[in-house]
């Protein structure tokens, strides 16, 4: 109240308290208040750099019998126009058990994701390489159609070759 009788009589007009404006506190002054706006984008950032970096991560431990989606990294158009051949990469120490496959054909595009069981995070697993191949029935030819890592929806090149180990 002191403060807007003053303001009427000294500037000649009314003027709000800083808190009234909705600015920063009366206790702060400008430098304390960016550094605290500095200190809260900052942290803001790195929350959703965060979530980014994990978005694709599972959260938590794998609950038993439960599958996950994994890569494969190439794809084969077989002689049977009606039959797509893709090979993961498997390891000889962590093989991926019960691989099923999901398939969603669209006219430009099929998307294969594949899934196996889970295998335990405290697990340790090797490097090496064993190439794995999943024959997948279509309902149309694969034609000109990309082919597309379900589980990162991503391309896959396509080799019109025939598969290794067929």
Known sequence: MLYQAVARTGLGGLLPEPSETRQRPIGMNRSQWATVAAVASVIAALMGVALLWNADRPTGPASPGAREAFGFDAAYADPDPMVLVVRFGDSSSCPSKA????????????????TRESIPADRACTSDYGAKLVRISLTASLGSRAVIDGSRMKPVPISTGSPPFS
């Open 99 to 114: 691989v099923r496959h999901d398939v969603v054909q669209e006219p430009n595009r099929v998307v294969v994701t594949l």
